[in-house]
């Protein structure tokens, strides 16, 4: 667990994906979080099976966590978590956020998430509960974010183009190189998760 800064109470972001692979994209928009809104953890989640995807994840458990372990190491603000694969299926967000609680519990939690899921965020499961256990933070790839009637959330921008469905359907173009961590780009030849 990280150490909590002196008179302030600890920021931690929840990140979650199916990160099927984690990206540059990913990592980009986490560390524009965390500077901007000056938090001290981000916690990248992947799930185990998101309800709001029909179709599982290519790479597996491990191999997506052995990803996630891999473009992470150098991050010193950011971990991983297997929280979701030690839930019950689905991998509802208020569930998750209820067991992060257990292990922050005098921390600050927020939840990070794409402006496609904020356009939805009123169709989650018991989503006024999840806002009062977090705060949301909502990145904008290239437009401002609809308001959410009911929902408050921080707006961050920024763009990456990097696109996990792309590098799956050619996880051995250059494209992929340029969108993943060095290691991540190994590890995908290593195991040949997407050829």
Known sequence: MKEKRPGHPQRVALFGGT???VHLGHTSIARTAKDTLDLDLVLFIPCRQSPHKDNPAVATQTQRLAMLDL???DMSWAERSDIEYLLPDPSFSWVTAEAIRKIYPEAK???LMGADQWSTIGTWERPSYLAELV??????RNKPPGLQEGFQAHHIKGHHPASATE?????AT???EEWLH???VR?????SIYS
């Open 71 to 73: 473009a992470l190491a």
């Open 182 to 184: 060095p290691d991540v």
């Open 187 to 191: 590890y995908l030849q290593q195991e």
């Open 174 to 176: 250059r494209i992929s």
């Open 167 to 171: 590098i799956r359907e050619q996880p």
């Open 109 to 111: 939690l927020y939840w």
């Open 135 to 140: 705060e949301f933070i909502v990145h904008d």
């Open 19 to 21: 990160y099927d692979p």
